[in-house]
């Protein structure tokens, strides 16, 4: 009996493994998709706390979701080539 547990506990961590990667995954591809748009509202952020003008940043951010929005808009799974025809 104490094997069987013993399976049914690497199956746990099994799943719990595969279910941190998938959110990997998602999580990269959100970041690739909006990582420019994060890094300018983090910037307007801090130089608006810091009690500077933000705005160059704010409008920066604003152009990087415009940008990524249309990106988005256009690809589907029959456009996806990763970066395979990045060089071309």
């Known amino acids: ?3 069987r547990h013993q399976s049914q506990r690497g199956q746990g961590m ?3 493994v595969i279910v941190v990667a998938l959110v990997a995954v998602a999580a990269i ?3 690739q998709s909006f990582g ?3 890094r ?3 910037a307007a952020m ?3 706390l810091a009690g500077e003008d933000g705005a160059r940043q ?13 990106q988005t808009s256009s ?4 456009s996806f080539t990763g970066n395979a025809g990045a060089g071309k």
Do not use: C, G
């Open 1 to 3: 009996m104490p094997f």
């Open 14 to 16: 099994s799943e719990y």
């Open 29 to 31: 591809a959100v970041y």
């Open 36 to 38: 420019q748009v994060v």
């Open 40 to 42: 300018s509202q983090t």
């Open 46 to 48: 801090a130089r608006e």
């Open 58 to 70: 704010s409008r920066a951010a604003r152009s990087a979701a415009e940008t990524a929005a249309s």
């Open 75 to 78: 690809k589907t799974l029959k």
